[in-house]
């Protein structure tokens, strides 16, 4: 099956910084999405972005299909990002493959 | 709010027992799948149902079983239960036949004594 990578694992950042997250994955996919997991589990759709560039307020993505891989950027980060990130691709839409996530700590 | 709700919230139960956990994903939602997250890692996905039947399975034995049903709830059923299935159970739902954009539920947090 596809392997997801996420870098890097843990990450911590002062209020107000910005940062870079990062999925390999291992083969060609067709969904790719990121998500965003706060303290009590509840797992947040960020962006649905199998190709292509996307921009949500402070969240932009970007997936390059053809090296396999997809950033998220964070802007201005603020406490309320602390949380886990992950991304999750799927290549015949019945199978959704997790990395095992960045984990976010943003300091006020 | 994603409009996915599931019961219990948390459960605990013994080895050997079973278990039905139950999902509610949001009217017009004709996918609904399954996955279970150990403890620091991400989720591992169980199966998928469209239209009250599976549509694809994860790397999970047969004592996993799920049900869908046509008012948009579905079940996750464990028989013989392991200490290795504790874990937070999601459910996501999406509207049409593939994984995109999915919703997912808050979770059923299981413990296996």
């Known amino acids: 099956g596809i392997q997801v990578e996420q870098s890097p694992p843990d990450l911590i950042l002062q209020e107000g910084a910005n940062s870079t997250l990062r999925c390999n994955f291992s083969d060609s996919v067709n969904n790719l999405q990121w998500f965003h997991q706060n303290p009590w589990g509840q797992l947040i759709n960020l962006f649905y972005i199998p190709s292509g560039t996307k921009q949500n307020g402070r969240l932009s993505a970007t997936t390059v299909a053809t090296e396999r891989y997809s950033l998220l950027y964070i802007s201005s980060s603020q406490t309320t990002d602390s949380g886990v990130y992950f991304c999750?691709?799927?290549?015949?839409?019945?199978?959704?493959?997790f990395g095992a996530g960045t984990r976010l700590t943003v300091k006020p | 709010e994603t409009g996915v709700t599931q019961s219990p919230t948390h459960l605990i139960k013994t080895r050997g027992q079973q278990v039905t956990l139950r999902c509610s994903s949001q009217?017009?939602?004709?996918?609904v799948s399954w996955y279970q997250q150990a403890l620091g890692q991400g989720p591992q996905f169980i199966f998928q149902y469209y239209r009250e039947e599976e549509n694809g399975r994860g790397n999970f034995p047969p004592r996993f079983s799920g049900l869908q049903f046509p008012n948009y709830s579905s079940e996750l059923n464990v028989n013989a239960l392991e200490l290795d299935d504790s874990a937070l159970y999601l459910c996501a739902s999406n509207p049409g036949t593939q994984t995109d954009t999915q919703y997912f539920g808050p979770g059923t947090r299981l413990t296996v004594l």
């Open positions: 999750a691709v799927d290549r015949s839409h019945n199978d959704m493959r």
């Open positions: 009217s017009g939602h004709n996918t």
